[in-house]
Nanobody, 127 residues
Framework: EVQLVESGGGLVQAGGSLRLSCATS????????IGWFRQAPGKEREGVSC????????YYADSVKGRFTISSDNAKNTVYLQMNSLKPEDTAVYYC????????????????????WGQGTQVTVSS
């Protein structure tokens, strides 16, 4: 059974940091890139970042470049999203998902390209 389990969300003040984790199981880690998405109340889910363990490619949305860093621990089949300099507009439910094996600016931000999803973790940034 494929599973992606997010953790690490919480409440933080603006300017603070959080590290999200996405623990995966049930599939070959190197066969999929892992993406992070977020969905704020009343808004569509948007792609935030992606990492490929097969070729090291990464993707970041413009809104998080320079503040968020994605990484992976292949031995643990886990992907992390380090979020620094958080802003109130980063408040959302954050989801990880497994998708095409290589990340690209052309498609990594689109939900339709991902096969498996976690349940999400809430991130709230207070002003």
């Amino acid at each position: 059974e494929v599973q992606l389990v997010e953790s690490g969300g919480g409440l933080v003040q603006a300017g603070g940091s959080l590290r999200l984790s996405c623990a995966t199981s049930g599939f070959t880690f190197g066969d999929y890139a892992i993406g992070w998405f977020r969905q704020a109340p009343g808004k569509e889910r948007e792609g935030v970042s992606c990492i490929s363990s097969s070729d090291g490619s990464r993707y970041y949305a413009d809104s998080v470049k320079g503040r968020f860093t994605i990484s992976s621990d292949n031995a643990k089949n886990t992907v992390y999203l380090q979020m620094n300099s958080l802003k109130p507009e980063d408040t959302a439910v954050y989801y990880c998902a497994a998708g095409p094996p290589v990340c690209s600016d052309s498609y990594s931000q689109y939900m339709a390209n991902y096969d498996y999803w976690g349940q999400g973790t809430q991130v709230t940034v207070s002003s």
